[in-house]
């Protein structure tokens, strides 16, 4: 090689010197010749072989998604985020409405925007108000865009209507009240497949899973010997993954009330945070024996052991962790934190890739997620973010992915979750399991004003179950609401409406006749004797004297006399109006005025 043989034997140690590698022995600084800061390979002066470098870049679609903040105009401002110490993220999305928990007097409220209400919000703007608490955790329901539950530190869980287009007025009747707790609600999760299944969790270490559409309780689990910091569903509902204040994490059965399995997450004292991935694997965020935040990856058969162990830094605020089934993104969102950081998961090691980190200079004090088919697929955003800041802005985050085409990506939207409900609670309760319903963004998506748009709202009605009944009557129930829903035909010729009669009834008839053609109103003595109280009670007004006048001469020259009208009846009509009914006397004497009420002496006191 021009000249210069190159020895190739086992002997010949080649190092490199550059960045990554640290070299074991290096020569002196007078015999370098430059060749280590042009990090060269070299041999101890035998071989000289020019720079060949390798770094090998993981492929992904989702390596140069970046964060973008809209502009505070097409924000929401003036929002009085609530103060509550209590771990939540005071904010619940959905394609139609934003909530946030906010400070109320007198109790717990939270507001209700549509999308389109940006700007800054009036003060004396509606709210839902029937808490006597503050409201700790709310939540939209999956399956009907118009519903929210809500609980609070009353004990209570209130489901809540909203209608199309936002309040008009302030709210306070719920639709139903669900009230088993002892002490506060401080958790509220909605069943991913079945239809009014709700899950809430109190500071009494109580599950309670609710059919909201009767409002009874259909199974309770005591299986927490301490406050429960977090719940989450599997893909299909089956499964239900707790975090708890002993610093385990709990795999349960709800139908059956069993724990299947259960390990210690996190040494640190703080609280933790679980969810289930799409694919069955169990990711949680806690704090360590040193109170440094880290987050890990686990499988359902051996939580004793994670797969991996990441500790990310030593704040003090607790980690939420948002995940995106469609794409396997997590993104990891800090109370107090200024940051959102966004990994990617895996089946290569090390399973958890870190991709980027959007940063603002404000802090959060809460954060939604919105559901993907809330998203714009004509600007390829995957994710869009409600950052809630300490000073009353409420910060729209979009995540786009960056592509040059304009039209719809495939490989970034598959099919995702719809609004539509795989089962209903008694077929769940029974111990059905269905995948839920999902949709296709191409085919429903409206490329206008950023994403999907729901069908008009659906009313909940909850139907009240007689406590008492047996099996026999709750099955005759059913059958007669079956009935009802689908008349028979013979049922809808009796339900038709009759024709109107052509003649009146005999009563109004007789009632006509006797009253005569002529019959009208007359002029009773008693208004205009009313009429004249009251402009002699005008008259006492403060420098009325001529009104005052008026009225006493008015008085007294009628004297409850009645004036006689323009057109006198003719002589029939008076005939005919003796003849029918005698015409009461005329009130001739003044009605007395009432006495002047008693005034106390000015050097009596007041009591």
Same mark, same amino acid.
């Given at each position: 090689?021009?000249?210069?043989?190159?020895?190739?034997?086992?002997?010949?140690?080649?190092?490199?010197?550059?960045?990554?590698?640290?070299?074991?022995?290096?020569?002196?600084?007078?015999?370098?010749?430059?060749?280590?800061?042009?990090?060269?390979?070299?041999?101890?002066?035998?071989?000289?072989?020019?720079?060949?470098?390798?770094?090998?870049?993981?492929?992904?679609?989702?390596?140069?998604?970046?964060?973008?903040?809209?502009?505070?105009?097409?924000?929401?401002?003036?929002?009085?985020?609530?103060?509550?110490?209590?771990?939540?993220?005071?904010?619940?999305?959905?394609?139609?409405?934003?909530?946030?928990?906010?400070?109320?007097?007198?109790?717990?409220?939270?507001?209700?925007?549509?999308?389109?209400?940006?700007?800054?919000?009036?003060?004396?703007?509606?709210?839902?108000?029937?808490?006597?608490?503050?409201?700790?955790?709310?939540?939209?329901?999956?399956?009907?865009?118009?519903?929210?539950?809500?609980?609070?530190?009353?004990?209570?869980?209130?489901?809540?209507?909203?209608?199309?287009?936002?309040?008009?007025?302030?709210?306070?009747?719920?639709?139903?009240?669900?009230?088993?707790?002892?002490?506060?609600?401080?958790?509220?999760?909605?069943?991913?497949?079945?239809?009014?299944?709700?899950?809430?969790?109190?500071?009494?270490?109580?599950?309670?899973?609710?059919?909201?559409?009767?409002?009874?309780?259909?199974?309770?689990?005591?299986?927490?010997?301490?406050?429960?910091?977090?719940?989450?569903?599997?893909?299909?509902?089956?499964?239900?993954?707790?975090?708890?204040?002993?610093?385990?994490?709990?795999?349960?059965?709800?139908?059956?009330?069993?724990?299947?399995?259960?390990?210690?997450?996190?040494?640190?004292?703080?609280?933790?945070?679980?969810?289930?991935?799409?694919?069955?694997?169990?990711?949680?965020?806690?704090?360590?024996?040193?109170?440094?935040?880290?987050?890990?990856?686990?499988?359902?058969?051996?939580?004793?052991?994670?797969?991996?162990?990441?500790?990310?830094?030593?704040?003090?605020?607790?980690?939420?962790?948002?995940?995106?089934?469609?794409?396997?993104?997590?993104?990891?969102?800090?109370?107090?934190?200024?940051?959102?950081?966004?990994?990617?998961?895996?089946?290569?090691?090390?399973?958890?890739?870190?991709?980027?980190?959007?940063?603002?200079?404000?802090?959060?004090?809460?954060?939604?997620?919105?559901?993907?088919?809330?998203?714009?697929?004509?600007?390829?955003?995957?994710?869009?973010?409600?950052?809630?800041?300490?000073?009353?802005?409420?910060?729209?985050?979009?995540?786009?992915?960056?592509?040059?085409?304009?039209?719809?990506?495939?490989?970034?939207?598959?099919?995702?979750?719809?609004?539509?409900?795989?089962?209903?609670?008694?077929?769940?309760?029974?111990?059905?399991?269905?995948?839920?319903?999902?949709?296709?963004?191409?085919?429903?998506?409206?490329?206008?004003?950023?994403?999907?748009?729901?069908?008009?709202?659906?009313?909940?009605?909850?139907?009240?179950?007689?406590?008492?009944?047996?099996?026999?009557?709750?099955?005759?129930?059913?059958?007669?609401?079956?009935?009802?829903?689908?008349?028979?035909?013979?049922?809808?010729?009796?339900?038709?409406?009759?024709?109107?009669?052509?003649?009146?009834?005999?009563?109004?008839?007789?009632?006509?006749?006797?009253?005569?053609?002529?019959? !009208?109103?007359?002029? /009773?003595?008693? *208004? =205009?004797?009313?009429?004249?109280? %009251?402009? +002699? &009670? $005008?008259? @006492?007004? #403060?420098?009325?004297?001529?009104?005052?006048?008026?009225?006493?001469?008015?008085?007294?020259?009628?004297?409850?006399?009645?004036?006689?009208?323009?057109?006198?009846?003719?002589?029939? !009509?008076?005939?005919? /109006?003796?003849? *029918? =009914?005698?015409?009461?006397?005329? %009130?001739? +004497? &003044? $009605?007395? @005025?009432? #006495?002047?009420?008693?005034?106390?002496?000015?050097?009596?006191?007041?009591?």
């Amino acid at each position: 090689m021009n000249g210069i043989e190159m020895d190739i034997d086992g002997t010949t140690e080649i190092k490199r010197h550059n960045s990554f590698t640290i070299p074991t022995k290096r020569a002196p600084i007078s015999k370098r010749k430059g060749r280590e800061r042009c990090h060269s390979y070299h041999s101890d002066g035998k071989v000289e072989a020019p720079k060949m470098s390798f770094r090998v870049v993981r492929s992904s679609k989702f390596r140069h998604v970046y964060g973008q903040a809209l502009k505070r105009e097409q924000c929401y401002d003036n929002v009085r985020v609530s103060k509550s110490s209590w771990d939540s993220t005071f904010c619940a999305v959905n394609p139609k409405f934003l909530a946030i928990i906010v400070e109320s007097a007198g109790g717990g409220a939270f507001i209700v925007l549509p999308h389109n209400k940006v700007g800054r919000i009036p003060a004396d703007h509606p709210l839902v108000g029937g808490h006597k608490g503050p409201v700790l955790d709310i939540a939209w329901c999956p399956h009907n865009d118009n519903v929210i539950a809500s609980g609070s530190e009353d004990c209570v869980v209130k489901v809540w209507q909203i209608p199309d287009g936002g309040l008009s007025r302030t709210l306070t009747e719920p639709v139903v009240d669900l009230v088993y707790h002892q002490r506060r609600v401080g958790l509220v999760l909605w069943h991913p497949t079945a239809q009014n299944v709700l899950l809430t969790a109190g500071s009494d270490n109580q599950i309670a899973i609710w059919n909201v559409g009767t409002g009874e309780v259909l199974i309770s689990l005591d299986c927490h010997p301490d406050l429960i910091y977090s719940a989450c569903w599997n893909w299909t509902g089956s499964k239900l993954l707790t975090t708890c204040r002993d610093k385990k994490i709990r795999i349960i059965d709800p139908r059956k009330g069993e724990v299947e399995s259960e390990a210690i997450a996190h040494e640190g004292s703080k609280a933790s945070r679980a969810i289930f991935l799409k694919h069955g694997l169990v990711f949680t965020t806690g704090f360590s024996r040193m109170s440094e935040r880290q987050y890990s990856l686990r499988t359902p058969d051996e939580l004793n052991e994670p797969i991996v162990t990441v500790e990310i830094d030593t704040s003090n605020g607790v980690m939420f962790p948002l995940y995106d089934p469609d794409t396997n993104l997590i993104y990891l969102c800090g109370k107090g934190d200024s940051v959102i950081r966004y990994f990617e998961v895996t089946p290569e090691p090390p399973f958890v890739h870190y991709i980027n980190t959007f940063q603002t200079p404000d802090p959060q004090r809460g954060i939604g997620m919105m559901p993907k088919r809330g998203c714009d697929v004509a600007t390829c955003e995957i994710a869009k973010f409600y950052r809630l800041n300490n000073s009353g802005l409420c910060q729209v985050v979009s995540m786009t992915v960056p592509r040059k085409s304009e039209l719809f990506q495939e490989d970034l939207y598959p099919d995702t979750l719809s609004d539509e409900a795989s089962l209903t609670a008694d077929e769940w309760l029974a111990g059905e399991d269905a995948e839920p319903c999902t949709m296709s963004l191409k085919e429903r998506a409206l490329v206008v004003q950023g994403g999907y748009v729901s069908g008009r709202a659906t009313q909940l009605t909850v139907t009240k179950r007689n406590a008492l009944a047996t099996p026999r009557d709750r099955e005759r129930d059913r059958e007669r609401d079956k009935d009802e829903r689908s008349p028979t035909p013979a049922a809808r010729d009796s339900q038709a409406p009759t024709p109107a009669a052509a003649t009146p009834p005999p009563a109004f008839s007789a009632m006509v006749v006797s009253a005569g053609p002529h019959a !009208a109103p007359r002029h /009773r003595p008693r *208004a =205009r004797q009313g009429r004249a109280l %009251a402009h +002699a &009670r $005008r008259a @006492r007004q #403060p420098g009325a004297h001529a009104r005052r006048r008026h009225a006493a001469a008015r008085l007294q020259r009628h004297g409850g006399e009645c004036r006689p009208s323009r057109s006198a009846p003719s002589p029939t !009509a008076s005939a005919t /109006r003796t003849s *029918a =009914r005698p015409r009461p006397p005329r %009130a001739t +004497a &003044r $009605r007395p @005025r009432p #006495p002047p009420p008693r005034r106390r002496p000015p050097s009596a006191p007041w009591w």
